[in-house]
């Protein structure tokens, strides 16, 4: 398995990709070629989104067409085995840090819903709100309360309740699920997390014990209410790419305890605003487009804060075209614009200089505005009640249906 | 109505806490209160009534000379940069229920108060006599923080004394200290008109147990930092578009969304391109464009359903054998 070396001697040009930190190298743009040979994984190419669509009789989700999900791990196991009859589960989570989710807090879910449709099979969502309380120095109530809030936008992305089981680490941890956490933790040495998520003595114990929380919804026996007597069920877990670390942890442990290899598809990450080199951060809400965003708000940040490939005057963009390579409303409409031929007009038009910057913002502003205004329906119908009943521990006997 | 100024000075001896009162002309500013009370003794107070973005009000108690600076405590109370403005007179008299210039911590006693935020400034905990308006202008009222503190108290507050000059930072890391002190309960219209009144009809209504939990629901509180440009009308899209699991509202909407598109679909051009064939075209534009959305809706209709039946669920009282 491949080992990530100490974050204290990782030499200055190494670009850093890890669940608590991502950065370019020199602040230039992520090397994915390079982070998929330095983890191990496989790129996700044509052949298999052409198959995901036989299996599913219904045209890939744009995050595939797009290349948005672009890696992967044994993958094709998982679709090995549904073309034989076997069913899978689909695991993914989030880390209830904020309150306010941006559009690319929201990418894993979207897709993640594409899965449960296309494939008819149950999911499990892990709201790490223990972890967040850990590392961002959260109180416990304040941690749970945000759980339950992001659990609200999420619900929101339209999952269907009666195959999804949402669980915050606070509540559920305990009984079959903590069986699963020990019998990791045992699997994994202290040097051996150390060199995965560079830990160092100054790093308090609970931080040190967390990743197998992380790794055991991966198994199916961590949820005796769901998955009782499925021991062999596969699980798949959609996630950005800096998660990967938890989960090459968990796939080095899963046969020494007798389970299946969780599968992975794994994610790009979603530029910021300002471009590539940029940061998405919570104090900068002009680096984001926000679920709360009003239609407004939208148009102004795209208009004044988006980062853009145009030349610096009309003349000069009609002559040379624009830079797609850095321009970050083709990028956010390779994200969002369900039409490929549309997109691929777009490109055409605006990297030969003949469409200006404004109209290419013009569609994005339209697009994210859409988008935002179906999510914000959609969250308003999210009651508290629905919130329980998505995080009832309780069975779910339609789950494959 | 609002406590008077009598009532107050009435309770305060009922509460047997020490103060002194002095009567002057009618004050507007601190300055001018200075003139008349600023030699005796104690020190005075200055008092800002402000409003957040979300109509959530504020009182800001501090020493006269104690530099509070909005942007930063703004920032501290997790509205963003720029979330703190003052509140407009009309507001003054329907929740605080005191005249112009008037700003007090005493002003909390009125019901119509109740949500209204209260800041102290730290500093007034160590002076000897601190000096405040008793809900009138044409008096001064000193006593020390204990008495106030003994005061909020009786009236149900618990009484917050934070440093008003400190500027931590507030990031991703740093959650604003003081977002623990926006208030919980923001006076959310108990209807939820189509339309979004001005800000005034938000104020001084009381927070009746009458919000509609989808209205809370929608609204999502922003944390530290993000200063969104928060209309000032309310959230208009509070109330969800499909209500709770209405079989005949639901269908409704499916058939508006279907014949509005079916109606945009049908034009001049439209028949003149398509002649005969127009219905089949028709027919694939519609299912085309509307199957994710109707999908959707769908979605969230049985989300819905099973939620009321879960709820039942957990509440049913087995048979008696």
């Not at chain 1, 595939?64 to 196991?77: E, I, P, Q, Y």
């Not at chain 1, 989960?247 to 599968?263: C, E, L, N, S």
């Not at chain 1, 239609?295 to 002559?319: C, L, M, P, W």
């Not at chain 2, 020493?63 to 509070?68: F, H, N, P, W, Y």
Request: with cysteine; charged share 25%; glycine share 6%.
């Amino acid at each position: 398995m491949e080992k990530i070396e100490d974050k204290n001697q990782q030499p200055e040009e190494e670009q850093v990709v890890n669940p608590w930190e991502v950065s370019a190298k020199d602040g230039g743009k992520i090397d994915y070629d390079k982070l998929i040979d330095k983890f191990g994984c496989q790129r996700l190419d044509q052949p298999f989104v052409d198959r995901v669509q036989r299996l599913t009789s219904r045209p890939p989700h744009v995050f595939l067409r797009r290349g948005v999900f672009f890696a992967h791990r044994d993958f094709n196991d998982i679709l090995d085995a549904y073309e034989r009859g076997e069913k899978f589960y689909l695991y993914t989570g989030r880390g209830p840090s904020s309150e306010a989710l941006h559009l690319g807090h929201l990418i894993p879910f979207m897709f993640t819903k594409y899965l449960q449709d296309a494939f008819k099979v149950p999911l499990v969502i892990q709201l790490t709100d223990d972890e967040k309380c850990m590392w961002k120095n959260l109180s416990v109530e304040e941690s749970q309360r945000l759980a339950r809030e992001n659990a609200k936008d999420i619900i929101a992305c339209g999952f269907d309740i009666s195959k999804t089981f949402i669980f915050s680490d606070f509540d559920y941890v305990g009984g079959a699920f903590y069986k699963n956490m020990v019998k990791v933790a045992k699997c994994v040495t202290y040097n051996k997390v150390v060199g995965i998520f560079g830990f160092t003595g100054e790093d308090h114990i609970g931080k040190v014990s967390f990743p197998p929380v992380q790794a055991v919804p991966s198994f199916p026996s961590s949820f005796p209410h769901l998955f009782s007597g499925k021991d062999y069920l596969r699980c798949l877990i959609p996630c950005a790419i800096d998660q990967d670390p938890y989960f090459r942890m968990t796939r080095d442990v899963a046969p020494r305890i007798g389970y299946h290899k969780p599968a992975l598809i794994e994610s790009l990450f979603f530029p910021a605003l300002q471009g590539e080199n940029g940061k998405m951060s919570a104090s900068d809400p002009n680096s984001a487009i926000y679920v709360t965003d009003s239609a407004k708000d939208i148009k102004y940040k795209v208009n004044k804060h988006a980062f853009t490939g145009g030349q610096e005057s009309i003349e000069k963009h009609r002559q040379y075209g624009a830079n797609l390579e850095v321009d970050i409303p083709i990028k956010y409409l390779s994200f969002f614009l369900e039409d490929d031929a549309e997109l691929e007009h777009i490109k055409k038009e605006y990297g030969a200089g003949r469409m200006l910057t404004g109209e290419v913002k013009k569609r994005l502003t339209e697009v994210l505005t859409e988008l935002v205004e179906r999510h914000r329906r959609a969250r308003a119908a999210v009651t508290d009640e629905m919130v329980d009943a998505f995080m009832a521990v309780r069975p779910l006997p339609n789950m494959f249906d | 109505m609002g406590y008077s100024k009598d009532q107050l000075l009435a309770r305060l001896k009922e509460l047997q806490i020490e103060f002194s009162q002095y009567e002057h002309p009618v004050v507007l500013t601190v300055e001018a209160q200075a003139k008349y009370v600023g030699n005796m003794g104690g020190v005075l107070s200055k008092n800002l009534f402000l409003k957040d973005k979300k109509h959530r009000y504020y009182v800001v108690s501090a020493l006269a000379d104690t530099k509070v600076d909005l942007k930063v405590l703004s920032q501290r109370l997790g509205l963003g940069k720029s979330g703190l403005r003052m509140a407009p007179e009309e507001a003054l008299s329907e929740i605080l229920q005191v005249p112009l210039g008037c700003v007090t911590p005493f002003a909390v006693v009125n019901e119509s108060a109740r949500h209204v935020s209260l800041l102290l400034d730290q500093g007034f905990k160590t002076q000897k006599c601190c000096i405040f308006h008793p809900l009138s202008n044409d008096m001064s009222i000193f006593l020390n923080a204990q008495g106030l503190d003994k005061f909020l108290k009786s009236v149900g507050r618990n009484p917050s004394y934070i440093d008003l000059e400190a500027n931590p930072p507030v990031g991703k890391d740093q959650p604003p200290d003081l977002a623990a002190l926006v208030p919980s309960d923001s006076p959310v219209l108990s209807d939820l008109p189509e339309k979004a009144p001005s800000s005034q009809d938000c104020t001084g209504k009381s927070v009746g147990a009458a919000i509609n939990s989808a209205a809370v629901t929608a609204k999502a509180v922003k944390p530290s930092g993000n200063a969104q440009n928060v209309k000032e009308k309310p959230v208009d899209s509070v109330r969800p578009s499909i209500p709770a699991a209405d079989a005949g509202k639901f269908v409704e909407e499916l058939l508006d969304r279907a014949s509005a598109l079916l109606l945009s679909e049908i034009s001049e051009d439209s028949i003149k391109q398509h002649g005969g064939q127009l219905g089949d075209e028709v027919a694939n534009n519609i299912k085309k464009c509307l199957r994710e959305d109707l999908k959707n809706l769908a979605t969230i209709f049985k989300n819905t359903a099973y939620t009321e039946g879960f709820y039942a669920g957990t509440r049913y009282q087995p048979k008696r054998l």
